[in-house]
């Protein structure tokens, strides 16, 4: 029970104001969703510990149909994983007034909370087009963050009627950050890789920033091929390191001339207290970018738990 909206298992007495609420939104909902008056019967006949559909309801429902929306909790994996997605629909004319985000706080509620009072999950996660900033706001608010990209991850039509694969990015949030804080911050892994490049011209002094030109030809493809893989900007070592270290939030694949030991002050100034270090030399091929990437990764852990 909410101070505005009760959720609730749905049942086949609620089909036909299902029909009608589907109905009256099918406009709205048809560009990122299929829209399916009759498919609550589908979702019911389903009904199991690894698939449960709640229906938000207004407690003072008034005239009409009074369903705010229906959130499916569903591929639920226990064992080792305990998590479920989250598939969601909000219905007209109450969408747009905050109803149906108070009652997807609810649902969550339940998914989160220990067996028996609730489903026992550790983790729920919805996954939107990156198009529908409506849903993806919606999503933020309560306190998801970002947990990847989904090329092709869906085949859905759009709001023209035409299929094809559509692009998806997760959202996610744990027990132990539920409730989240509205806009909860994405704390970024941060992999930071060094490449020394034996041959290279020297980095120039502040006064005479370098140009691509004067960086080998190979060490920026490499560069640029190694930051690709990881996600991050190639940074070039040209004498402001320490500034645009400070600016690469996400992390970043850095090209120098300059030895190790000479680097390290400026990863240390700018927090970073993980780095791989490889001889651009060592690198022979895709293999080797994958090993640097993957080796990155597991060098930076991160703890988005608060």
Do not use: C
């Amino acid at each position: 029970m909410g101070s505005r909206v009760a959720v609730r298992i749905a049942t086949t007495e609620d089909v036909p104001a299902y029909r009608q609420a589907v109905q009256a939104s099918a406009d709205r909902l048809r560009a990122w969703n299929p829209v399916n008056p009759g498919d609550l019967g589908y979702h019911l006949r389903l009904q199991s510990p690894a698939h449960r559909t709640f229906l938000i309801t207004m407690l003072q429902p008034g005239r009409g149909h009074g369903i705010v929306g229906k959130v499916n909790v569903t591929n639920v994996v226990r064992g080792r994983a305990l998590a479920g997605a989250l598939g969601y629909d909000s219905y007209d004319p109450h969408a747009g007034r905050g109803l149906f985000a108070e009652g997807l706080r609810l649902v969550i509620d339940v998914a989160l909370t220990p067996q028996p009072r609730g489903m026992g999950l550790h983790r729920v996660e919805a996954s939107v087009q990156p198009g529908n900033m409506r849903s993806g706001g919606l999503l933020r608010r309560l306190g998801f963050r970002p947990r990847g990209d989904w090329p092709g991850y869906l085949w859905l039509a759009d709001a023209q009627g035409r299929d094809a694969w559509r692009d998806h990015v997760t959202y996610g949030v744990t027990r132990e950050q539920w409730p989240a804080a509205d806009y909860a911050p994405r704390v970024p892994a941060r992999p930071v890789i060094v490449l020394l490049g034996a041959g290279l011209p020297a980095p120039p002094e502040r006064s005479r920033p370098t140009t691509e030109s004067q960086w080998s030809p190979e060490a920026i493809g490499v560069g640029r091929a190694l930051a690709t893989e990881v996600g991050v900007p190639l940074l070039r070592d040209d004498g402001e390191l320490p500034v645009r270290l400070a600016d690469a939030v996400s992390g970043a694949v850095i090209i120098t001339a300059r030895p190790a030991a000479a680097v390290v002050p400026d990863l240390v100034g700018a927090g970073v207290h993980a780095p791989v270090v490889a001889d651009l030399a060592t690198i022979e091929g895709a293999a080797d970018l994958v090993r640097l990437a993957l080796q990155a990764r597991a060098a930076t852990g991160v703890d988005d738990a608060s």
